[in-house]
T-cell receptor
Framework: DTAVSQTPKYLVTQMGNDKSIKCEQN?????MYWYKQDSKKFLKIMFS???????INETVPNRFSPKSPDKAHLNLHINSLELGDSAVYFC????????????FGSGTRLTVV | GQQLNQSPQSMFIQEGEDVSMNCTSS?????WLWYKQEPGEGPVLLIA?????ELTSNGRLTAQFGITRKDSFLNISASIPSDVGIYFC?????????????FGTGTRL
């Protein structure tokens, strides 16, 4: 049973399109995150949600809009995709009270052509 | 913002060799973590460190939380082929919901 699952695994789309990536965790964690990994493998946080509330928004363009319908789900919607959005997007979750590390999903490789 | 620099950036080693890598920060962290990422997968937590000076092992892996709280080290003893991957350090600035993990630049083994 996958702890943090993301769909789709791969996404190829044209510039200007709108796309969504879904994330679900079955660990009972109260906080979820989106990270972006660029071509040099650098991991940078985009958003975090705690119990469905936005906590961190790291100067991400407005074209990126996270949505958390409940604490087990955090989806990422991207409008008007640009070439520079091509990257691997990772969802992660944690239980804040324990101060443990994050559990990551296996990533969504987004390619904008 | 905070930056975590890892060294070396990459290393080629022979099976059986010991490996050392480190991570330095421009600011203090409350928690240090080490992750490994394999191709097509997300980072997987290897070791977590919570106190300055703490030395923690996980099998052939040993990590230390630097006394200054601005650095951490990871050692892998007697490396094997399945150790190949990218190793990331990560620091957490303070506990609580508004804190975040800042990742290092990675060491490709």
């Amino acid at each position: 049973d996958t702890a943090v699952s993301q769909t789709p695994k791969y996404l190829v789309t044209q510039m200007g399109n709108d796309k969504s990536i879904k994330c679900e965790q079955n660990l009972g964690h109260d906080t979820m995150y989106w990270y972006k990994q660029d071509s040099k493998k650098f991991l940078k946080i985009m958003f975090s949600y705690n119990n469905k509330e936005l906590i961190i928004n790291e100067t991400v363009p407005n074209r990126f809009s996270p949505k958390s319908p409940d604490k087990a789900h955090l989806n990422l919607h991207i409008n008007s995709l640009e070439l520079g959005d091509s990257a691997v997007y990772f969802c992660a979750s944690s239980q804040e009270a324990t101060n443990y590390g994050y559990t990551f999903g296996s990533g969504t490789r987004l390619t904008v052509v | 913002g905070q930056q975590l620099n890892q060294s070396p950036q990459s290393m080629f080693i022979q099976e059986g060799e010991d490996v050392s890598m480190n991570c330095t920060s421009s600011s203090i962290f409350n928690t240090w973590l080490w992750y490994k990422q394999e191709p097509g997968e997300g980072p997987v937590l290897l070791i977590a460190l919570y106190k300055a000076g703490e030395l923690t092992s996980n099998g052939r892996l040993t990590a230390q939380f630097g006394i200054t709280r601005k650095d951490s080290f990871l050692n892998i003893s007697a490396s094997i082929p399945s150790d190949v991957g990218i190793y990331f350090c990560a620091g957490r600035d303070f506990p609580g919901t508004a804190s975040k993990l800042t990742f290092g630049t990675g060491t490709r083994l």
